[in-house]
T-cell receptor, first 113, second 117 residues
Framework: GESVGLHLPTLSVQEGDNSIINCAYSNSASDYFIWYKQESGKGPQFIIDIRSNMDKRQGQRVTVLLNKTVKHLSLQIAATQPGDSAVYFCAEKGTGGGNKLTFGTGTQLKVEL | GAVVSQHPSWVICKSGTSVKIECRSLDFQATTMFWYRQFPKQSLMLMATSNEGSKATYEQGVEKDKFLINHASLTLSTLTVTSAHPEDSSFYIC?????????????FGPGTRLTVT
């Protein structure tokens, strides 16, 4: 079936370094992608999104890259801070299926001081 | 501030009892609400989608008679876990989709931790 998955379950980075979290998706019909941050015991928090007609989008300290050729999505966090420690999920929305979001498996980001 | 609230934030119940979880959209009308379940260290799995005034659409494998969803108004949806069992213990997250400040988006609630003993 169609799925969205992540390469790395856990990513440890030093404070101040840049973080790159990857996501692979298999539904070529997906046209909208979102990155969420989830802290322990809380709901997902929107970080940044990107549509399939774009290959890059920047926010504050975050950049999302989309490579439709290889169905790959990445989230780059610049100057990672302790407050960035959380689980990060990518989610995709296709053109059908009632506009449902499908979540990837998640990556635990740990920021070391 | 939060745009979607859930109540309670956590609940402990005995096996065989029923538990109701409320999801409210704050300051906007949610045309569609979604209910997700998340087990520890796992991703969010969509359980059902509900539109105000109509029956919920359940994902494959989700028992509609066990997980009752009511979307009676544009700001409130409830999930009732009937005859709860320990395997129903999970983190339940609702999400509301609607227009807020000119932006049409899907907003997530803070989640409800259900523990069935």
């Amino acid at each position: 079936g169609e799925s969205v998955g992540l390469h790395l379950p856990t990513l440890s980075v030093q404070e101040g370094d840049n973080s790159i979290i990857n996501c692979a998706y298999s539904n070529s019909a997906s046209d909208y992608f979102i990155w969420y941050k989830q802290e322990s015991g809380k709901g997902p928090q929107f970080i940044i999104d990107i549509r399939s007609n774009m290959d890059k989008r920047q926010g504050q300290r975050v950049t999302v890259l989309l490579n439709k050729t290889v169905k790959h999505l990445s989230l780059q966090i610049a100057a990672t801070q302790p407050g960035d420690s959380a689980v990060y999920f990518c989610a995709e929305k296709g053109t059908g299926g009632g506009n449902k979001l499908t979540f990837g498996t998640g990556t635990q980001l740990k920021v070391e001081l | 501030g939060a745009v979607v609230s859930q109540h309670p934030s956590w609940v402990i119940c005995k096996s065989g009892t029923s538990v109701k979880i409320e999801c409210r959209s704050l300051d906007f009308q949610a045309t569609t609400m979604f209910w997700y379940r998340q087990f520890p260290k796992q991703s969010l799995m969509l359980m059902a989608t509900s539109n105000e005034g109509s029956k919920a659409t359940y994902e494959q494998g989700v028992e509609k008679d066990k997980f009752l969803i009511n979307h009676a108004s544009l700001t409130l949806s409830t999930l009732t876990v009937t005859s709860a069992h320990p395997e129903d213990s999970s983190f339940y997250i609702c999400s509301a989709r609607g227009e807020l400040a000119g932006v049409y988006e899907q907003y997530f609630g803070p989640g409800t931790r259900l523990t069935v003993t």
